[in-house]
């Protein structure tokens, strides 16, 4: 396990849906970030948090809302998404939003859009 | 723009066999990192090289960094049919902070 927990594992909503995707860090890190992984892309960086505060926002739509309530958990809040929004999101943690950090990451939950 | 570019795509190869990676990128960097990944899992952190830095191992890896050529390989040293995984080289830009980029990885099969 690498101290970081993403649930669910699975989810499949409809264009019109709502959900939300949750991540925990049980590491003490500071800085948690999302992931997004399409089939035959590269990882594509979405947000990134540092001491809650968000530092990164990467064109990501806005149908996409993150939430940093504390250090510890991390939320995806998915609203009216695309088919192409289909992917592996990741969520990760490090111990500093600095260079020279190794992220740890979560299992990933598997989104399917219809 | 894509940073890390992994080489080859794909590679098969029997247990006990070495199997090699190469990673290239494009622009001046503070650190590369090495991760993998079993298949719709996480990925795991593997090693971090830093620029002064032209060699790291750890186990049966071992990883360069040709600054002057923009590229890094990752070695590991007879496989194991566990070692079978996608192999993603992130690039960490020269900017102060955490800015991983990652290349669309190299997708290892070890038969036994």
């Known amino acids: 396990e690498t101290g970081v927990t993403q649930t669910p594992r699975h989810l499949v909503m409809g264009m019109t849906n709502k959900k939300s995707l949750k991540c925990e860090q049980h590491?003490?890190?500071?800085?948690m970030y999302w992931y997004k992984q399409s089939a035959k892309k590269p990882l594509e960086l979405m947000f990134v948090?540092?001491?809650?505060?968000?530092?990164e926002n990467n064109s990501v739509p806005s149908r996409f809302s993150p939430e940093c309530p504390n250090s510890s958990h991390l939320f995806l809040h998915l609203h009216t998404l695309q088919p192409e929004d289909s992917a592996l999101y990741l969520c990760?943690?490090?111990?500093?939003?600095?260079?020279?950090?190794?992220?740890?990451f979560g299992s990933g939950t598997q989104l399917s859009v219809l | 723009s894509q940073q890390g570019e992994e080489d080859p795509q794909a590679l098969s190869i029997q247990e006990g066999e070495n199997a090699t990676m190469n990673c290239s990128y494009k622009?001046?960097?503070?650190?590369l990192q090495w991760y993998r990944q079993n298949s719709g899992r996480g990925l795991v952190h593997l090693i971090l090289?830093?620029?002064?830095?032209r060699e790291k191992h750890s186990g049966r890896l071992r990883v360069t960094l040709d600054t002057s050529k923009k590229s890094s390989s990752l070695l590991i040293t007879a496989s194991r049919a566990a070692d079978t995984a996608s192999y993603f080289c992130?690039?960490?830009?020269?900017?102060?902070?955490?800015?991983?980029?990652f290349g669309k990885g190299t997708m290892l099969l070890v038969s036994p």
């Open positions: 990760a943690s490090s111990r500093h939003w600095t260079a020279n950090e190794k992220l740890f």
């Open positions: 590491l003490g890190h500071n800085a």
């Open positions: 948090y540092s001491l809650e505060e968000r530092v």
């Open positions: 622009t001046s960097i503070n650190n």
């Open positions: 090289i830093r620029s002064n830095e």
């Open positions: 992130a690039t960490d830009l020269n900017s102060g902070y955490s800015t991983l980029t």
